[in-house]
DNA sequence: GTCCAGGCATGCA
DNA sequence: TGCATGCATGGA
């Protein structure tokens, strides 16, 4: 991986095991949109980014060296080996087949609020609509910080607009748990800045005080925000895969300490399954 | 009209 | 501890 600057764009070049449109469409994130081929742009870190990937190479807009260095470069995990993660989870032929599909996702580490709230909207939903009410909800209370661009609003927003004011979202039985998510974090009855100190099964238990929050949020908070690799939210699709392929042979440490990352590979993969032999 | 969607809270055995 | 059911909403 080589990084250079080049009219205050970043331009990283020979970068192996990253795919946009894998990272990006992998149901971690919400916010971020295909623009073209190749092209994608979000709001992330408080600020709209266009980024875009030819070949091996990956280009970010407007960014100079320093900002790369205080937020993308670990936004997009660029300082993890996938290289050695997929040499070591390379054990069985599902994990190789999902991982030959879906081998250039990198765990963006988000927003750990955003995160969890955006998690609390995915149940009982799709991504669709979770997009919707995740833009709605950014419209309603977010920043404004450029036209029709709004950030992630903050805790303090949220509690203060209350279960009616946040109505017109219409997440539906959901506003009652993101009101509660939003009271307890502004609250500091949890404490977001110091969960990632934690050890996992612990900051588990933090995240689900929250009503609303059970395993499955808690452990995408945990991987998608606070930089738990062995958190393995089990959803639908991937108890779909463990009953299909393993049946009785998965144990709840199969994957051992990257099992997130194996976890988003299975998920994606088996999702894209769906999509190609859909006739 | 019915079913489903990156689940969870609740009640009951 | 484990299992069935309801939940808001919108798209297929």
């Given amino acids: 991986m080589k990084i250079i600057t080049e009219n205050n764009n970043i331009i990283i070049s020979s970068c192996s095991n990253f795919d946009l449109s894998q990272t990006f469409e992998c149901g971690q994130c919400f916010r971020f949109e295909k623009i073209e081929d190749g092209l994608y742009s979000g709001v ?4 709209l980014i266009k980024i875009k990937q030819d070949g091996d190479t990956v280009t970010l807009y407007d960014v100079n060296e320093q900002e790369f260095d205080e937020k993308w470069r670990s936004f997009f995990d660029l300082d993890r080996d996938y290289g050695a993660i997929i040499k070591e989870l390379s054990f069985d032929s599902i994990i190789k087949a999902a991982i030959k599909a879906a081998g250039g996702i990198r765990i963006l580490k988000q927003d750990g609020w955003e995160v ?3 998690f609390i909207i995915s149940q009982n939903n799709n991504i669709p ?16 910080i450029s036209d029709g661009v709004y950030t992630f609003p903050s805790a303090e927003r949220v509690v203060k607009a209350g279960v009616e004011g946040i109505a017109p979202i219409r997440s539906g039985f959901r506003a009652k748990y993101i009101i509660d998510a939003a009271q307890k974090v502004f609250s500091g009855e949890i404490n977001l800045e110091t969960l990632a100190e934690l050890e996992y099964s612990l900051a588990k238990k933090e995240l689900m005080k929250i009503k609303g929050v ?3 949020v808690a452990d995408c908070t945990l991987l998608f925000g ?8 089990r959803d639908v699709w991937v108890k779909r895969v463990i009953e ?18 194996a976890q988003q590979y299975l998920f994606y993969y088996e999702r894209s399954i769906g999509k190609n032999t859909k006739a």
Avoid: V
């Fill in 44 to 47: 992330a870190n408080g600020r």
């Fill in 116 to 118: 969890l709230c955006s």
């Fill in 129 to 144: 609509r979770i997009k919707k009410i995740i833009a709605s909800l950014c419209m309603l209370l977010g920043e404004e």
């Fill in 214 to 216: 059970g395993e499955k």
């Fill in 226 to 233: 606070f930089g738990f690799c062995e958190a393995f939210p």
């Fill in 244 to 261: 299909k392929y393993y049946e009785d042979g998965f144990t709840p440490g199969y994957f051992g300490k990257n099992a997130g990352i």
